[in-house]
């Protein structure tokens, strides 16, 4: 059975950092590329960011861009969110999810291609 357990959300002043961490379990994690999304009250869940497999590849919504750092310690089967210079529109459930297919090379932004969800993390960022 997969497991993905986020942690690390909360309650955070504009301009505040947070790391997001989300530990996996029942796949060979490291053979997955991973991806983090989020959704705010009465929005769709959008991408935020992914990670190849083997961590060489990375990819941004624009919204984060320069702001959001990923990455994954596949000996610790964990993936990472660091979000610095926050802002009160991050606000949002945070979501990791991994990717369907098996030491795929894609990055993918839509949500139709992970197969697996953790429950998620609240944060919230106040003005």
């Known amino acids: 059975q997969v497991q993905l357990i986020e942690s690390g959300g909360g309650l955070v002043q504009a301009g505040g950092s947070l790391r997001l961490s989300c530990a996996a379990s029942g796949r060979t994690f490291s053979m997955y590329a991973m991806g983090w999304f989020r959704q705010a009250p009465g929005k769709e869940r959008e991408f935020v960011s992914a990670i190849t497999w083997n961590g060489g590849n990375t990819a941004y919504a624009d919204s984060v861009k320069g702001r959001f750092t990923i990455s994954r310690d596949n000996a610790k089967n964990t993936v990472y969110l660091q979000m610095n210079s926050l802002k009160p529109e991050d606000t949002a459930v945070y979501h990791c999810?991994?990717?369907?297919?098996?030491?795929?090379?894609?990055?993918?932004?839509?949500?139709?291609?992970?197969?697996?969800w953790g429950q998620g993390t609240q944060v919230t960022v106040s003005s």
């Open positions: 999810a991994s990717d369907r297919v098996n030491r795929g090379w894609g990055l993918h932004r839509s949500r139709n291609e992970y197969d697996y």
